[in-house]
């Protein structure tokens, strides 16, 4: 997938450097989100929380 200036614009902080969410940091697929964005909904971060507290 090619990324445009544009695009990677939204994942720039101050300093330039591309930075991803709290959540998507440490998560090994590919579907990173910004560090500016309100995380909706995850399928991979629901896995890991339902392991960690099960209901």
Known sequence: M???ED?????KNDLGEIEYNILCSDCESDCKQSYKAQI????NFKKK????NPP
């Open 2 to 4: 090619k990324t445009t």
């Open 7 to 11: 695009e990677l614009c939204f994942f």
């Open 40 to 43: 909706v909904f995850c399928p």
């Open 49 to 52: 929380e339902s392991a960690v």
